[in-house]
């Protein structure tokens, strides 16, 4: 069974420029949740699809957004990129939206 | 809102040694308790979990009970090893008021020496 895969596992941008992560969860599940984790400091909930709509947000601006496709799979796509974007984005995905998450391995996106 | 609150670290034991890492929460619901590990370069893993207050969960020689008294869920291995090297969270899902979004800490980073 293969587990959470996320793309690319690092890149690097500029201060203004948009950016697409991607993130294909877990066979069977229908549910994914996004993170955002700066250095030293532990994840932070951006957001959580179920079933390709938005089921929760947490404290992000509107330049985050993301998409969920009929094999729930996600994107989460960033705007207008802000030096403090820099950070881990962590991807978990779930069989439900009140079941245990499984993480990817994430990816890593400085801004430059 | 909800929060979690580990120990301040890093941490640094000999193999072999006794671990303790605190965690204390606020949650307003009742929430669900978990341990993280992430080991470097890599994504978080679940370690173990309780989900209501006296539950104690247990994973690889580590345990952690809920303590809804004191609102806890500290950390413990009685005997650490060179590969529990990691970083260990404590988070939280309170399903009453905010689905099934995870809280964590900031962390806790433990180096176990030979």
């Known amino acids: 069974e293969t587990g959470v895969t996320q793309s690319p596992t690092h890149l690097i941008k500029t201060r203004g420029q948009q950016v697409t992560l991607r993130c294909s969860s877990q066979?069977?599940?229908?549910?994914v949740s996004w993170y955002q984790q700066a250095l030293g400091q532990g994840p932070q909930f951006i957001f959580q699809?179920?079933?390709?709509?938005?089921?929760g947000r947490g404290n992000f601006p509107p330049r985050f957004s993301g998409l969920q496709f009929p094999n729930y799979s996600s994107e989460l796509n960033v705007n207008a990129l802000e030096l403090d974007d820099s950070a881990l984005y962590l991807c978990?995905?779930?069989?439900?939206?009140?079941?245990?998450?499984?993480f990817g391995p994430g990816t890593r996106l400085t801004v430059t | 809102g909800n929060s979690v609150t580990q120990m301040e670290g890093p941490v640094t034991l000999s193999e072999e040694a006794f671990l303790t890492i605190n965690c204390t929460y606020t949650?307003?619901?009742?929430?669900?308790l978990f341990w993280y590990v992430q080991y470097p370069g890599e994504g978080l893993q679940l370690l173990l979990k309780?989900?209501?207050?006296?539950d104690k969960g247990s994973n690889k020689g580590f345990e952690a009970t809920y303590r809804k008294e004191t609102t806890s869920f500290h950390l413990e291995k009685g005997s650490v090893q060179v590969s529990d090297s990691a970083v260990y969270f404590c988070?939280?899902?309170?399903?009453?008021?905010?689905?099934?979004?995870?809280?964590f800490g900031e962390g806790t980073q433990l180096t176990v020496n030979p």
């Open positions: 978990a995905s779930s069989p439900g939206t009140n079941r245990e998450q499984y």
């Open positions: 066979s069977g599940h229908n549910t």
């Open positions: 699809y179920y079933r390709e709509e938005e089921n």
């Open positions: 949650a307003t619901g009742y929430p669900s």
């Open positions: 309780a989900t209501k207050a006296d």
């Open positions: 988070a939280l899902s309170d399903q009453e008021t905010s689905g099934s979004r995870l809280t």
